[in-house]
């Protein structure tokens, strides 16, 4: 398998604009996360998929953020508009069984905000 | 609420010593997985073991150990023998599977640096 995809791998936008992330996870897994990282927060999780559907969407930080996953092969994180202060690398991972096993992640999207 | 705690920001040691990576968690659940993940520089995050909350048998693969304590809430890691392709920043993490929400929740992770 090839893993969990995401693109683009780097991202660099002005304030203000709209920034969509892909990610498609490992086939046969029910069970998708975005997280993301920044020096000062560590890894944070930001929603939680079961079955494509949102268990736990309280890491999303405000009402600029928001993610769907209309199928089980596919998830956006999108937000709209940017801040500088959203600038981090987001990573998707996704696992067999939600939190009953490890969950595989992708390289990463390095978001840029300027 | 689940939480983890890395309490060793960053750890250096000489090559060929052994180092130990702390980490102690909270947990409502009583059935819980614990993990570890490693983060070399280049920067993805590679899963490292698993561990169900029944079963508290110390795991050991190559030079990499793990002491899992519920008496102690701790799920340690050690490194025997460390090379410098160890250095990277290390992650515990916990999942809590009885309450319908099977979140994966990471600790603020060890940066690890192996001097040669």
């Known amino acids: 398998d090839a893993g969990v995809i995401q693109s683009p791998r780097h991202e660099v936008t002005e304030m203000g604009q709209e920034v969509t992330l892909r990610c498609k996870p490992i086939s046969g897994h029910n069970s998708l996360f975005w997280y993301r990282q920044t020096m000062m927060r560590g890894l944070e999780l930001l929603i939680y998929f079961n079955n494509n559907v949102p268990i736990d969407d309280s890491g999303m930080p405000e009402d600029r953020f928001s993610a769907k996953m209309p199928n089980a092969s596919f998830s956006t994180l999108k937000i709209q508009p940017s801040e500088p202060r959203d600038s981090a690398v987001y990573f998707c991972?996704?696992?067999?069984?939600?939190?009953?096993?490890?969950?595989?992640f992708g390289q990463g999207t390095r978001l840029t905000v300027v | 609420a689940q939480k983890v705690t890395q309490a060793q920001t960053e750890i250096s040691v000489v090559e060929k010593e052994d180092v130990t990576l702390d980490c102690v968690y909270e947990?409502?659940?009583?059935?819980?997985?614990l993990f570890w993940y490693k983060q070399p520089p280049s920067g993805e995050l590679v899963f490292l073991i698993r561990r169900n909350s029944f079963d508290e048998q110390n795991e050991i693969s190559g030079r990499y150990s793990w002491n899992f304590q519920k008496s102690t809430s701790s799920f340690n890691f050690t490194i025997t023998a460390s090379q410098v392709v160890d250095s990277a920043v290390y992650f515990c993490a916990l999942s809590e599977v009885n309450f319908g929400n099977e979140k994966l929740t990471f600790g603020t992770g060890t940066r690890l640096t192996i001097i040669p």
């Open positions: 947990t409502r659940d009583t059935t819980y997985y």
């Open positions: 991972a996704s696992s067999w069984a939600g939190g009953y096993t490890e969950a595989f």
